[in-house]
């Protein structure tokens, strides 16, 4: 007992006397902590003025491997596509929207819920069986790669804008939920494994394409950037098409007729945006609706690439 | 004994405090942080201050690339290439007479990292979009654009790439090097030269060596050719033996030009049996490339070989 309270006494000792006061050493700063700092050049200056200052979106189109993939083989976009891309970005994604709510309660929305990042690649992302176009990290960043491709196929342009306009829709549901009854209009033929389901039939589904048929949120998503890509008509010729398709006996394995699927989700769609965010889908006597503006863009975006090819 | 035991254990436990030692031992004398710092500065003045430019040999699996650069203070990068002289470059694009800039990053990475961070020519040896070149492959040419750099000892930086970890000189060029590349394409102009200088035999190490420069790519494309140099030979027991080189050639220039290019030189040596194998250097007494061993032994075509 002697020897255990001498042991504690020592211990104690010791202990307080290991107590000083240390200087935690020299001070210096963290080498990058706080970013990267490049010397701005007239395209930084244009991204500033027109992009990251009005809508408040950072454009990154110097290469950052830690914003992509560790591991594919990917280049650095040109920098003279940068201005192009993003004016068709603006052109056909947030414009379209600014218009549609011009005048109304909800006049800034799209600025608040917009991707807060938007990082361009040079080539597409090959992963063997794929080729990746564009990618998005929870409604905050949207990467898009093949964006050196711009000018020799419009169809990378047009996916890109695709590709806004789906996680757009994602940010907003996430923002004010779609309404429920969209979960139950196909809810038997959601399926984990939409990669081995081909477009076609995704489409007799009742689905606008294969991704959608993952989760009722990325269908929400596909429905509307698919309206907002390809139009009213579009939508209304594969209504038709898939309701043609079913009408045969032989075709009648969903519960569900795919084109009448495919009408209940347009027109929940374009109630859940009038009433949650005023925008007006299709167009009135007096205001175009958004998938107009959208279209009209596209038009003119499709008129810029030509432009850009001759001049090249 | 059982207090005796007790003694030893408080000694102990007293003697192991009191060996702790507060002093720091630190391997370097500074932090990290400021050596990174220093060394990313360092690096920055040599490349921003070279008047007359750098030259950079990067490896791939389809051999080595030559690259001449300048980089300047905002960090921005001219870049020529002599990735056409033998490669298609499918846009029409004269790599070795069409300047091109981009931007460029020294950046503190796992090390200090040089990064060519906008598309120049450099990138087409990475592109996977086989729009850009004629290569069959989604990796392109198995180079890298992003590098650590291992060291910078005599005007040298010793790179290896981030992504493919391929091997990458860059040095100084000097002022006949850059007026020859602007001027005179030497770029361009000396894959033009070794032509008709592409094979030989030389007697290496008691060995008779066939010894053949840039090896047709493939037979669709005869103008895509890798910069390898394949050298073959028999064994004592008659099987043939080979071994490869990647290879680039040395910038001739209007002093040291003589019709055809004077050294060929091997990103890595090649064994040939024991003998180590780092260059090749034109003999125009023989009319062949004479090979250089990496002990400085030069191993020329036999005299009754000579044509």
């Known amino acids: 007992m002697k020897t255990i309270k001498l042991f504690l006494t020592l211990a104690a000792g010791l202990f307080l006397a290991a107590c000083s006061e240390d200087n935690i050493g020299e001070q210096y700063e963290i080498l990058g902590l706080g970013g990267d700092t490049e010397a701005q050049t007239e395209l930084d200056r244009w991204l500033y003025d027109n992009i990251t200052s009005p809508y408040n979106m950072e454009v990154k189109y110097r290469w950052d491997r830690s914003e992509v993939d560790l591991t594919y083989t990917l280049v650095p976009v040109k920098e003279e596509v940068v201005r192009p891309i993003m004016s068709a970005v603006v052109k056909g994604w947030i414009k379209p929207y600014e218009k549609v709510t011009e005048g109304t309660n909800n006049e800034a929305f799209v600025y608040k819920l917009s991707p807060k990042k938007f990082m361009l690649v040079g080539s597409a992302k090959y992963t063997g069986s794929t080729i990746v176009t564009g990618e998005a990290e929870g409604g905050r960043k949207v990467v898009i790669f093949r964006a050196n491709d711009y000018t020799k196929d419009p169809e990378v342009l047009i996916s890109m804008l695709k590709t806004c306009h789906h996680e757009f829709a994602h940010t907003i549901s996430q923002a004010q939920r779609y309404p429920e009854e969209f979960e139950k209009v196909t809810a038997e033929s959601y399926t984990t494994k939409w990669t081995s389901v081909s477009t076609v039939q995704a489409r007799h589904n009742g689905y606008v394409s294969n991704y959608a048929c993952k989760s009722p949120g990325e269908d929400f998503a596909e429905t509307l950037a698919f309206l907002c890509m390809y139009g009213r008509e579009w939508y209304e010729d594969l209504i038709t098409q898939e309701s043609d398709w079913y009408a045969k006996p032989e075709n009648q394995k969903t519960s569900y007729d795919p084109g009448a699927a495919l009408r209940t989700k347009q027109s929940l769609v374009e109630t859940y945006l009038k009433s949650t965010w005023n925008v007006e889908l299709y167009d009135s006597h007096s205001k175009k609706g958004l998938i107009t503006l959208v279209q009209e863009a596209i038009e003119e975006i499709r008129a810029d690439i030509e432009d850009a090819k001759n001049n090249h | ?307």
């Open chain 2, 1 to 307: 004994m059982k207090r005796s035991i007790k003694y030893i254990a408080l000694i102990a436990c007293v003697g192991l405090l009191g060996a702790c030692d507060l002093k720091e031992d630190r391997t370097y004398d500074e932090p990290t942080d400021i050596r990174l710092a220093r060394a990313l500065d360092e690096y920055s003045r040599a490349l921003t201050s070279a008047a007359n430019g750098w030259i950079l040999l990067v490896d791939s699996n389809f051999g080595v690339f030559r690259h001449y650069l300048s980089f300047d203070e905002n960090d921005r990068v001219i870049m020529l290439s002599d990735l056409s002289a033998n490669y298609t470059v499918k846009d029409g694009t004269d790599t070795t007479t069409a300047p091109r800039q981009s931007s460029y990053q020294l950046k503190a990475l796992h090390m200090p990292s040089l990064i060519f961070n906008t598309y120049n020519y450099i990138h087409m040896l990475c592109d996977p979009t086989y729009s850009v070149m004629d290569v069959p492959t989604h990796y392109a040419l198995y180079s890298d654009f992003e590098y650590s750099i291992l060291s910078f000892d005599s005007g040298v930086f010793t790179l290896r790439g981030t992504l493919n970890k391929t091997t990458a000189y860059l040095r100084r060029a000097t002022k006949d090097e850059a007026d020859a590349v602007f001027a005179e394409h030497a770029l361009m102009n000396d894959y033009t030269r070794i032509e008709g200088h592409t094979g030989s035999t030389l007697s290496i190490g008691g060995r008779e060596v066939s010894v053949s420069f840039l090896e047709a790519f493939h037979a669709a494309a005869t103008a895509n050719r890798n910069r390898f140099v394949d050298l073959t030979w028999q064994d004592e027991a008659g099987a043939e033996q080979r071994v490869q080189g990647h290879m680039w050639i040395e910038l001739e220039t209007a002093a040291s030009g003589s019709g055809v290019p004077t050294r060929i030189g091997l990103i890595a040596p090649v064994s040939v049996g024991d003998v180590l194998i780092a260059s090749f250097r034109w003999n125009a007494d023989t009319g062949a490339y004479d090979a250089v061993g990496q002990d400085g032994t030069v191993y020329t075509k036999p005299a009754g070989n000579i044509e």
